[in-house]
């Protein structure tokens, strides 16, 4: 078998994408499980972008041991310089370089000839090389570039000292034919390029990411671009959890494989859809609530006599285990420890006491706690920040078809209790507007999400609101069994999350 390397760019490619910004404890939070996942190397970022572009790079690269970490850097000196001293701690860094290759990419947005971007891609890639042993260069719109330029790009790169070379497709324009054909030209065409890993990154505007990345295995890449639950600019990038698991239940057929993990799949996708506020589609290929369900009484009656009939891949096989174990109001913290592991969640000391917490008062409430609820209650401590910040005392609400939504709030912090009281359009409008004036801070709300977890009246409802503050958006997120209280507290984790970058921001520019 082959060995396939995964390149993930969610913290990179996945995180510009509208909406889906993470603060650097978030980032941080999705590294530890990514290199948990298995990737092989981790894009922690674009250092140059921002000093909290930089910090969390750095702090990625600091912290991670398993996995080779990189940041990208256009092919400027300012990015490459950047991008060095962010990464320079990682245990195996990468410097990420790229510029555009197509004619349309060159004339209007580069305004440079073609042969001042060979000879930009020589001068960077050696600056890049001269801070560290790992280089890979990007042609960025590879697959609408000229084919014989693309050559020489990759050449003067390889020669430049580039240890891999990746071809995107970068606004999804290509099929599988032409990914298969613009790799087959560069192997016969450029004479160095054994000596190095050639790398795919293709994006989903057509929906052909999936196709494409196998198309370029096929044809000799052995790298592959992806991100988690397929984030990205506009339409997104290959996602890693299609990409993975049709490597691993095809893989007789291709003839590779690549070394994740598979049974962290779920974990991971649930884990980044609830820090960035995005859900999961129902019919999301392999993680999607409906990939394994089966309504069909012909199907039913197939996976009843044998999996196999209509399921492709075990649920089992992506982390999706079925209950072997009964929690409820008598379970102690030991029974439920035990379930979170089995789940593949560990909770340290504070969180796991908080998580159980939270059990307890579920289930005095529900009768029946499923691995959902208690997966729920795991990923709201991984996203939670409390030290120090705002925390949710109590709160009523006055409202009705001829009555003006009043919300009175009581909110601990600093050891002292605030109350405030507001009127709104509604009774979460009116509670946000009293939160708003216990923090002083004025937030605009982009986005308000509700999904249940479970089924039935009893169950969770998770609410994730996205809120816009000082040019960044910032995602909160909790649960309960009173939707109120779940809008109530998803907004005071948001505030505390706006609270915590400023005090990173500030920090760090002292």
């Given at each position: ?5 995964i ?64 940041s ?12 060095a ?15 555009a ?13 073609p ?11 050696r ?20 084919l ?36 087959t ?117 197939g ?33 439920f ?5 089995a ?56 409202t ?48 308000y ?13 998770e ?7 000082g ?22 984790n ?14 760090h520019?002292?």
């Amino acid at each position: 078998m082959r060995k396939i390397r995964i390149f993930d760019t969610t913290l990179r490619d996945g995180e510009q994408s509208p909406g889906c910004s993470m603060t650097t404890k978030e980032k941080l939070e999705m590294a530890r499980q990514l290199e948990a996942l298995g990737v092989d190397i981790i894009e922690a970022g674009f250092a140059a972008a921002s000093p909290d572009d930089f910090n969390a790079v750095q702090q990625i690269a600091r912290t991670v041991k398993n996995c080779r970490v990189g940041s990208l850097a256009r092919a400027n000196r300012a990015d490459v310089e950047k991008a060095a001293a962010a990464v320079k701690d990682a245990k195996d860094p990468l410097i990420h370089v790229f510029i555009a290759t197509s004619d349309v990419h060159m004339e209007y947005k580069l305004r440079m000839t073609p042969d001042e971007v060979v000879a930009r891609v020589d001068e960077m890639v050696r600056l890049a090389k001269s801070h560290c042993p790992n280089v890979e260069f990007s042609a960025e719109d590879a697959s609408r570039s000229s084919l014989s330029f693309l050559a020489r790009v990759v050449d003067t790169a390889i020669a430049a000292g580039a240890t891999v070379i990746n071809l995107p497709d970068t606004v999804g324009y290509a099929t599988p034919q032409e990914i298969t054909e613009m790799f087959t030209y560069i192997r016969k065409n450029v004479p160095n390029v054994s000596s190095i890993t050639l790398s795919t990154h293709c994006h989903d505007d057509l929906g052909m990411a999936t196709a494409n990345s196998i198309a370029a295995v096929m044809a000799g890449c052995d790298q592959v671009e992806v991100a988690v639950n397929g984030i990205g600019e506009r339409a997104g990038n290959a996602s890693l959890e299609e990409v993975v698991m049709l490597m691993a239940t095809r893989k007789e057929y291709f003839g590779f494989e690549c070394g994740v993990n598979t049974k962290e799949i779920v974990k991971t996708a649930r884990l980044l859809s609830s820090i960035i506020g995005v859900p999961i589609a129902p019919n999301k290929p392999v993680i999607g609530a409906n990939a394994f369900a089966h309504e069909a009484g012909i199907h039913q009656h197939g996976v009843l006599s044998n999996p196999l009939t209509y399921e492709i891949m075990l649920p089992e096989s992506v982390g999706l285990v079925q209950n072997r174990m009964v929690l409820g109001k008598h379970s102690g913290k030991h029974a439920f420890d035990d379930r979170l592991k089995a789940l593949g969640y560990t909770l340290e000391s504070e969180a796991l006491t908080a998580a159980f917490e939270q059990f307890k008062a579920l289930a005095d409430k529900k009768k029946k706690i499923t691995d959902d609820d208690l997966i729920a209650l795991a990923t709201a401590q991984k996203t939670r920040v409390d030290d120090g910040k705002y925390a949710l005392e109590e709160f009523s609400i006055s409202t009705g078809t001829h009555v003006t939504p009043t919300a009175t709030v009581k909110i601990a912090h600093g050891g002292m209790i605030h109350e405030a009281t507001a009127t709104g359009d509604g009774p979460i409008d009116a509670a946000y507007f009293a939160v708003g004036k216990i923090v002083n801070m004025t937030c605009r709300i982009d986005d308000y999400t509700i999904r249940s977890v479970g089924e039935g009246q009893e169950a969770l409802g998770e609410v994730m609101v996205k809120l816009a503050f000082g040019g960044e958006t910032y995602t909160g997120s909790d649960i309960s069994t009173d939707i109120i209280e779940a809008s109530i507290t998803a907004y005071i984790n948001g505030i505390n999350k706006i609270v915590e970058a400023t005090a990173d921001a500030m920090n760090h520019i002292a």
